[in-house]
Every structure is written in structure tokens, then in C-alpha cells.
């Protein structure tokens, strides 16, 4: 699976904990992150991950990009709920998309470990059903 990463400053050193305890599910699929999130992670993790720009540069919009091309299997985007971001329209775009494409999307830590073990167990098989459904229409 496709999977984004995000977080925002005051909650990178959550998701760099997050990716360290889960390095072991997350290893098995692609990564993706905005720019600081993705240096951060696999610097502490050495997990591989495709890197877009940083958030406030476009980041969101890129991820929110591979949303729209159903090519992102789930979202885990710890935001800061306490901070203005400058990027804020890009943001709510990101989240829109996820709602608009029925993308699996986790704002915080306690619903990014709900996402992941249901991964694990297999509960996201039928994203690589809809893909395979859609790759027959072409
Ligand atoms: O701002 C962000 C998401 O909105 C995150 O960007 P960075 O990972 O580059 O800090």
C-alpha cells in the first residue's frame, strides 16, 4: 500500500515515535512524506521514503495530487490543532481530497495506531480491489 506521512512541527517528534514502533508494518509498503516529515523519519528509522516538497511549499498539495490519481492507499497527517499554519487552504484541500476519494485518514496519534494494526491484519485489501477493479475498466 501507498501510505503518506505528515506531521507538523510540534508533532514530528509524535511521528518519528510512531514510525519507530511500527518501522516493522511500515517496512512493508511504500512510503511517502512531505519533506521535513520524510527526512526526520528516515533519519531516525532508515525506513525509505519518497520525499515531496515540504508542506508549506506544496507538499500537501503533491500528496493531495496522488490522491486524486487514486494512487494513496491511506493518510496518517499528525496536525498541530493549536498553531496557524500558513498553508492552512492547502491542508484542509489535503483532507478534502481524502474524503472526496474514501482515502483512510488518521489526524493523531490514537487513530494513526488504529490505521496501522488494521492494516496489518489485512483490513485495507479491498484499496488493491477497487485498483484492480478500475485498471480492468482502462
Ligand atoms: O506542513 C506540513 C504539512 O501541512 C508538513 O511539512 P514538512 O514535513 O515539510 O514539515
Not at 510512531?18 to 516529515?37: D, P, R
Amino acid at each position: 500500500m501507498n501510505i503518506a506521512l505528515i506531521a507538523h512541527d510540534e508533532r514530528k517528534k509524535e511521528i518519528i515515535q510512531f514510525a519507530t514502533a511500527y518501522t516493522n508494518i511500515l517496512k512493508n509498503h511504500q512510503l511517502f512524506a512531505t519533506g521535513t516529515t520524510g527526512k526526520k523519519i528516515s533519519d531516525a528509522t532508515g525506513l525509505p521514503i519518497h520525499r515531496f516538497q515540504s508542506g508549506p511549499l506544496g507538499g500537501d498539495q503533491q500528496i493531495g495530487a496522488k490522491i486524486a490519481e487514486d494512487e494513496m492507499d491511506m493518510v496518517i497527517f499528525f496536525r498541530d490543532p493549536l498553531t496557524a499554519q500558513p498553508h492552512e487552504p492547502d491542508i484542509s484541500a489535503l483532507l478534502r481530497l481524502c474524503d472526496v476519494h474514501q482515502i483512510p485518514l488518521a489526524t493523531n496519534l490514537a487513530g494513526a495506531e488504529i490505521l496501522i494494526r488494521a492494516l496489518d491484519r489485512g483490513d485495507f485489501e479491498w484499496r488493491n480491489v477497487i485498483k484492480d477493479k478500475k485498471k480492468d475498466q482502462e
